[in-house]
């Protein structure tokens, strides 16, 4: 997929890695998963080729192998840390699992992209409605919370002027931008995985990437943004 025009330059520090293995997410505890293949046929090739309708339904370690970096990357960069992005890659694989045998081939990375960012929104919304609730006068102060390891992590690996102005925009247009040019999706398929209008996916980046402008303008030349 080819990004739009708008485009993060220089590469990032390193974002947060991780070892995944179909044993750290198995929704069956350890039990093996893969259908053996009967004696003398070819093995399988992935979601690729059961997309193309050429190959048998992926086990999950095929899965996870294949998906589950790319999975996390886009979790990682909506959510801004590594805690949700482990719980969203975690619950999406977990949904897809689930509902792999209804799924018809077509598009199977954008079917992921769909389920992690629906998954992504659902748990912002389930935030603000807690945080209708005022929080404490000294809710800054709160003990651990400024040197969390975590946060020492995340602060140490990826850089901290592009996760500010992507945390700093509305969750409609973070998601928006980040889709189209972090993932690298076109206007159809954002449209298609956020079920809105082709105007207001435009509309969406266009305002999204001028407040990244807007915001990483100060950043000393480390980072900036055209769009």
């Known amino acids: 997929m080819t990004p739009a025009s708008g485009a993060f330059h220089r590469s990032e520090r390193n974002t947060p890695t991780r070892t995944t293995s179909a044993s750290t997410i198995d929704p069956h505890k350890g039990d093996d998963v893969m259908a053996n293949h009967p004696a003398g046929s070819e093995p399988r090739t992935g979601t690729a080729a059961f997309d193309a309708g050429s190959g048998e339904m992926p086990s999950w370690s095929e899965l996870v192998s294949e998906h589950a970096d790319g999975v996390y990357r886009l979790a990682l960069r ?5 805690h949700d992005a482990e719980d969203l890659t975690q619950e999406t694989f977990m949904r897809v699992f689930r509902s792999l045998k209804r ?10 992209h769909r389920i992690t960012t629906n998954l992504f929104l659902d748990m912002v919304r389930r935030r603000q409605t807690i945080r ?5 006068e000294n809710y800054d102060a ?26 700093s925009l509305p969750t409609d ?6 889709l189209c040019d972090v993932v690298g999706m076109s206007y159809d398929e954002i449209a298609d995985t956020l079920g809105i209008k082709m105007g207001t996916v435009r509309s969406r980046i266009h305002r999204g990437r001028a407040q990244l402008r807007k915001s990483l303008q100060s950043s000393e030349g480390i980072l900036h943004y055209v769009g």
């Open 103 to 112: 799924y018809k081939p077509g598009t199977f990375e954008g079917w992921l």
């Open 78 to 82: 909506l959510s801004g840390n590594t």
């Open 173 to 178: 247009y973070r998601v928006a931008v980040v």
């Open 132 to 136: 209708m609730e005022a929080l404490p």
């Open 142 to 167: 709160v003990p651990g919370t400024r040197n969390d390891p975590e946060q020492s992590y995340i602060d140490a690996n990826i850089d901290p002027e592009l996760q500010k102005a992507l945390d």
